[in-house]
């Protein structure tokens, strides 16, 4: 007896959906081949165009960037060597005022800082004590006055004698300046020539108004003006007070300081030399002066050079004197000189920023249009702002008026493409003083 399964319901609607599905697979495959053809044809395109934008890009190179640089040029010209010597300024004129006379002070006219001119008032000292020595030194004066011309007819000068004497006597003055006659001879001489000259009547007037005493009250009366004269306080030039003490109402006594006057107008730089520097050097030779405080350098010249050396420091002393316009310098200030010492005539010269040093040999890096081009060179003699080229080895040429890189070129290869930032002159801050040093070509 054969058995036949029956189908259950939900088994017969799994056997339909999957007829279905079945059925349906080809036109779903069919979408989807026709979707995948044309994302082919998209990947396609773009692939066609990465390449021909890579095939653009191999014609056309990227565009080399230019450095910027400064360049400054060679010149042709002289060389100074100087001498370095550190110093400080100080001022020449410089008084501490004191007191001439002693008393009260009436009045102080100015206080630290002024600026004061040349026999301006400073202070005043009470004058009444020496206005009544004066009009006592005045009495006197004319009562003496009177009693010569009470006994004027007693005497008379014999002006023969008297030009006798002035004769004799130079006579005598001259001897001794030629080594004739030692001073004790001379001292003999003359006083035997004046008794001479008394008794023939030539000091009558002089003998006679010492003996009235007409001289003496002469004297009195001068030196009593005199006082009166100090009590006024008086600047001796121009200048500016400092470390004034005084107050009015105080006493001071004679030789008392009041204040000190300091005058900067001119100032001077007291510098050291090495003794093995000191042969190059002399009086009216140029000199830079750098003051770090103002940032300035002045140009002068050697005014003073010591005639003595420092035993311990083994340096001698020079000083530059120099003009102090508006005031900017001051005593004290630290100083580097640059004294100048032998010139070097008609050299090559490149600023000296413009040298490299790579695999231990020299080199500058020369312009050329829009190009740096390197070149290996001999160095010479140099100072802080020239060096003096003597050959170029490789790389080209180098002439006066060319143009050389200084700055930026450390990392710079040969050929590099530049642009120029700035132009620096040929400033060379010797330039006012070379016509006037010794040639020192001989020495190299």
């Given at each position: 007896m054969s058995r036949v399964?029956?189908?259950?319901?939900?088994?017969?609607?799994?056997?339909?959906a999957?007829l279905?599905l079945?059925?349906?697979?080809?036109?779903?495959?069919g979408?989807?081949?026709?979707?995948?053809d044309?994302?082919?044809a998209?990947?396609t395109?773009?692939a066609a165009?990465?390449t021909?934008a890579?095939a653009e890009?191999?014609?056309?190179?990227?565009?080399?960037?230019a450095?910027?640089?400064n360049?400054?040029a060679?010149?042709?010209?002289?060389?100074v060597?100087p001498?370095?010597?550190d110093g400080?300024?100080?001022?020449p004129r410089s008084?501490?005022?004191k007191?001439k006379?002693?008393g009260q002070l009436q009045?102080?006219?100015?206080?630290?800082?002024?600026?004061v001119?040349?026999?301006?008032?400073?202070?005043?000292?009470?004058p009444?004590?020496?206005?009544?020595?004066?009009?006592?030194?005045?009495?006197?004066?004319?009562a003496a006055?009177?009693?010569m011309?009470a006994?004027?007819d007693?005497?008379?000068t014999?002006p023969?004698?008297?030009?006798a004497f002035v004769?004799?006597?130079?006579k005598?003055?001259a001897a001794?300046?030629r080594g004739?006659l030692?001073?004790?001879e001379h001292?003999?001489?003359l006083?035997?020539l004046?008794k001479?000259?008394?008794?023939?009547?030539?000091?009558r007037?002089?003998?006679?108004?010492q003996?009235?005493?007409?001289?003496e009250?002469r004297?009195a009366?001068?030196?009593?003006r005199l006082?009166?004269e100090y009590?006024?306080?008086?600047a001796?030039?121009?200048?500016?007070v400092?470390?004034l003490t005084?107050v009015?109402?105080?006493i001071?006594?004679?030789?008392?300081?009041?204040?000190t006057?300091?005058?900067?107008?001119?100032?001077?730089?007291?510098?050291?030399?090495?003794?093995a520097d000191?042969?190059?050097l002399?009086?009216?030779?140029p000199?830079l002066?750098a003051v770090a405080?103002?940032?300035?350098?002045l140009?002068?010249k050697?005014d003073v050079?010591?005639?003595?050396?420092d035993?311990?420091?083994?340096?001698?002393?020079?000083?530059?004197r120099f003009?102090?316009?508006?005031?900017r310098?001051?005593?004290?200030?630290?100083?580097?000189?640059?004294i100048?010492?032998?010139v070097?005539?008609?050299?090559?010269?490149v600023p000296?920023d413009?040298?490299l040093?790579r695999?231990?040999?020299?080199?500058?890096?020369?312009?050329?249009?829009?190009r740096a081009?390197?070149?290996?060179v001999?160095?010479?003699l140099e100072?802080?702002?020239?060096?003096e080229?003597?050959a170029?080895?490789s790389?080209g040429?180098l002439?006066?008026?060319?143009?050389?890189i200084v700055s930026?070129?450390?990392?710079l290869?040969?050929?590099?493409k530049?642009?120029?930032?700035?132009?620096?002159?040929?400033?060379d801050?010797?330039d006012?003083?070379a016509?006037?040093?010794?040639?020192?070509?001989?020495?190299?």
């Amino acid at each position: 007896m054969s058995r036949v399964r029956t189908l259950t319901i939900p088994a017969a609607a799994a056997v339909a959906a999957l007829l279905l599905l079945a059925l349906g697979m080809p036109v779903l495959v069919g979408g989807c081949r026709k979707g995948g053809d044309g994302a082919a044809a998209d990947s396609t395109a773009a692939a066609a165009a990465d390449t021909s934008a890579a095939a653009e890009a191999d014609e056309e190179p990227a565009k080399e960037k230019a450095i910027k640089v400064n360049v400054g040029a060679v010149r042709r010209g002289d060389l100074v060597l100087p001498v370095y010597a550190d110093g400080a300024i100080r001022t020449p004129r410089s008084v501490s005022v004191k007191t001439k006379v002693g008393g009260q002070l009436q009045d102080v006219k100015v206080r630290d800082g002024d600026r004061v001119r040349k026999n301006q008032l400073l202070a005043r000292i009470d004058p009444r004590e020496y206005e009544i020595a004066l009009e006592e030194g005045r009495y006197r004066h004319l009562a003496a006055l009177s009693q010569m011309a009470a006994e004027s007819d007693t005497f008379s000068t014999n002006p023969t004698a008297a030009g006798a004497f002035v004769t004799e006597r130079d006579k005598l003055a001259a001897a001794l300046e030629r080594g004739e006659l030692t001073r004790e001879e001379h001292q003999a001489q003359l006083l035997s020539l004046e008794k001479r000259a008394l008794q023939d009547g030539a000091f009558r007037e002089a003998v006679f108004q010492q003996r009235t005493g007409l001289a003496e009250a002469r004297l009195a009366e001068e030196r009593a003006r005199l006082n009166l004269e100090y009590t006024e306080i008086r600047a001796p030039f121009d200048g500016v007070v400092q470390g004034l003490t005084m107050v009015t109402g105080e006493i001071v006594g004679v030789g008392t300081q009041v204040c000190t006057v300091f005058n900067n107008d001119r100032l001077e730089a007291a510098v050291n030399v090495l003794e093995a520097d000191l042969g190059h050097l002399e009086t009216g030779r140029p000199v830079l002066l750098a003051v770090a405080a103002t940032n300035d350098t002045l140009r002068a010249k050697i005014d003073v050079i010591s005639p003595t050396l420092d035993g311990a420091s083994r340096t001698c002393e020079v000083l530059v004197r120099f003009t102090n316009p508006g005031g900017r310098l001051r005593p004290g200030m630290f100083v580097r000189a640059q004294i100048a010492g032998v010139v070097y005539r008609d050299r090559l010269l490149v600023p000296k920023d413009a040298i490299l040093v790579r695999d231990n040999r020299p080199l500058v890096f020369k312009r050329e249009d829009d190009r740096a081009r390197w070149l290996y060179v001999d160095t010479g003699l140099e100072n802080d702002q020239w060096v003096e080229i003597l050959a170029v080895h490789s790389g080209g040429s180098l002439e006066a008026e060319e143009e050389v890189i200084v700055s930026d070129h450390l990392t710079l290869a040969h050929e590099a493409k530049i642009s120029v930032r700035k132009r620096l002159p040929p400033d060379d801050r010797w330039d006012f003083a070379a016509d006037s040093l010794p040639d020192g070509s001989a020495e190299r």
